[in-house]
C-alpha cells in the first residue's frame, strides 16, 4: 500500500484493530475526583474498533465513523475534529469518542493532521449508558486500533492517558481517568487497584469463580435524569469540603480523624459528602487488604457499608438500585452495591455461584409489583484489558 500524500503516515498494516473492555467499579465511588481510590475491574462485554487509512484520500478526506449500534455512520470534515466543535454536542455527538481518541494523538504530536483521513467502525457489546463504561470502550479501542495501525508501540499507561484526553478534552465529560486506565490495564481475574492522585495501579487478584462466588450485575434502566449537573454539584461539594479542610483534596483526610475534623464543618450537606469519600477510600483499602489475604468472602460487608454511604451521605441512589440492592441483601448475597456515577446504573452483588439466576427472578418480581420498568442482569466475570487484534 502506497500514500501519494505526504500527510499521510507510512503504515505497516492496512487496518488496525482494536479491543477495548467496558469495567465495573467494584468499590471506591466519586473518590477518583478526589485523588483517592478505586478498585474497578474490566468486563467481557467490550468494543471491537477498525480503522482503515482512505486510500488516496485527497487532502481534505473527512473522518468518517460508523457504528453498529447507532446503526449511522457520521461524516466530520478534518476541520471539524476539535474540541468544542457544534456537531459533538448534537445527534452525531456519539461519534466523538472515536474522533477524539485520534484528535488526542494528533494534539499530542503522536500522529499527524493527514491520520485523520481515515474510517473507524465500532461495533461494542458494553450497554450503553448503563454506568459500565461504553464510553471508555470507543476510545481505548480506537486509540489501540490506530497504535497497531501506525505500528505507533505506544506504552499501555500512555494508551489508557490518551483515551482520557479524548473524553475530557474532546468530549468534555467530567471523567477522571479510572474507566480508561481499568479498559487498559486489566487482566483476568484480577481487579486494578488505582491510586487516583499518583495514577499508579496495582493488579489485585479477585476471582469469584475460584471461590465459589459470581458477580451478578443488575442494570436498574432507571432513566438518568440530572446527572451532569448533580455530579457537578458533588465535585464543588468536596471541593469545598477540602478547602474548609485546609488540605489539596479529601484523600488526604484520614478515617481516624474524620470525626474531628468533621465536626469543624458548619454545613450538614458538606459534612455527610465528605464522610462519604473519606469513608469510601477507606473501605477501597480495606477490600485491597482482604482480597490480597485470599479473603474474598470477607468483603461483602464493605460493599453493604458503600452502598449505604452513596445512599445516605452522598445521596446519588435512586429507588430502582435501592429496591436491587434490598431484594439481593434479603436473597442471601454476601454483599451488594450501586457501581458507577449513580443516579440510574447497575448494582454489583457478591453471589453464591449458581445462585444468579433466582436472585435475578427475584429483583425482576420485585421491579414489576413497584412499577419499575425490568432490568436487565448478566453474570460478570474479570477479564483482560485492551489489545490489538490481528485485524
Ligand atoms: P457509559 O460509559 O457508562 O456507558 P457514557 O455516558 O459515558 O456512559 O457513554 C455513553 C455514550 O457513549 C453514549 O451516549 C454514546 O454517545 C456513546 N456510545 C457508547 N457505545 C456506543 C456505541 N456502540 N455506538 C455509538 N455510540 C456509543
Ligand atoms: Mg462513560
Known amino acids: 500500500m502506497t500514500h501519494s500524500h505526504e500527510e499521510q503516515p507510512v503504515v505497516g498494516v492496512e487496518t488496525g484493530v482494536g479491543m477495548a473492555p467496558g469495567r465495573i467499579n467494584l468499590i471506591g465511588e466519586h473518590t477518583d475526583y478526589n485523588a ?95 454506568g459500565l463504561s461504553s464510553s471508555a470502550a470507543i476510545d481505548c479501542s480506537v486509540v489501540v486500533a490506530a497504535d497497531r495501525l501506525f505500528g505507533l508501540g505506544l506504552p499501555p499507561a500512555q494508551i489508557a492517558q490518551l483515551a482520557t484526553v479524548a473524553e475530557t478534552r474532546f468530549v468534555r465529560a467530567p471523567t477522571g481517568g479510572m474507566d480508561q486506565l481499568v479498559s487498559v490495564l486489566a487482566e483476568r481475574d484480577h481487579a486494578l487497584f488505582c491510586d487516583m492522585r499518583s495514577l499508579q495501579t496495582e493488579l489485585i487478584h479477585f476471582d469469584p469463580s475460584a471461590n465459589g462466588l459470581e458477580v451478578l450485575v443488575v442494570d436498574s434502566r432507571a432513566p438518568h ?75 461483602g460487608p464493605l460493599l453493604v457499608a458503600s452502598h449505604a454511604s452513596m445512599r445516605d451521605d452522598f445521596e446519588i441512589t435512586v429507588a430502582e438500585v435501592d429496591l436491587a440492592v434490598e431484594v439481593l441483601l434479603a436473597g442471601g448475597v454476601l454483599g451488594a452495591r450501586m457501581t458507577g456515577g449513580g443516579f440510574g446504573g447497575c448494582v454489583i452483588a457478591l453471589a453464591e455461584a449458581g445462585t444468579s439466576a433466582a436472585l435475578a427472578t427475584a429483583v425482576d418480581e420485585a421491579y414489576a409489583a413497584r412499577g419499575f420498568s425490568p432490568p436487565a442482569h448478566f453474570v460478570a466475570h474479570p477479564g483482560d484489558g485492551a489489545v490489538a487484534l490481528a485485524r
Not at 449537573?229 to 485546609?246: D, I, K, S, T, V
Not at 481516624?256 to 468533621?262: H, K
Open 36 to 130: 483517592g481510590f478505586v478498585l474497578p475491574f474490566a468486563i467481557e462485554q467490550h468494543c471491537l474498533a477498525r480503522i482503515r487509512p482512505t486510500v488516496d484520500a485527497a487532502s481534505d478526506a473527512p473522518l468518517i465513523v460508523h457504528s453498529r449500534q447507532s446503526d449511522s455512520r457520521v461524516e466530520i470534515a478534518r476541520g471539524d475534529v476539535v474540541p468544542g466543535a457544534a456537531w459533538i454536542d448534537g445527534p452525531s455527538g456519539w461519534a466523538a469518542y472515536a474522533a477524539g481518541a485520534l484528535w488526542a494523538l494528533v494534539d499530542a504530536g503522536i500522529l499527524p493532521r493527514g491520520a485523520l483521513a481515515a474510517e473507524v467502525e465500532l461495533d461494542s457489546t458494553v450497554p450503553i449508558g448503563a
Open 225 to 299: 435524569q440530572l446527572v451532569a449537573g448533580e455530579y457537578r454539584n458533588r465535585r464543588l461539594a468536596c471541593e469545598a469540603a477540602a478547602r474548609q479542610f485546609g488540605v489539596p483534596a479529601l484523600r488526604d483526610i484520614d478515617e481516624e480523624e474524620l470525626p474531628r475534623r468533621l465536626a469543624g464543618l458548619d454545613d450538614d450537606v458538606l459534612r455527610r459528602r465528605a464522610r462519604h469519600v473519606v469513608t469510601e477510600n477507606a473501605r477501597v483499602l480495606q477490600t485491597v487488604e482482604l482480597l490480597r489475604g485470599g479473603r474474598i468472602r470477607e468483603i
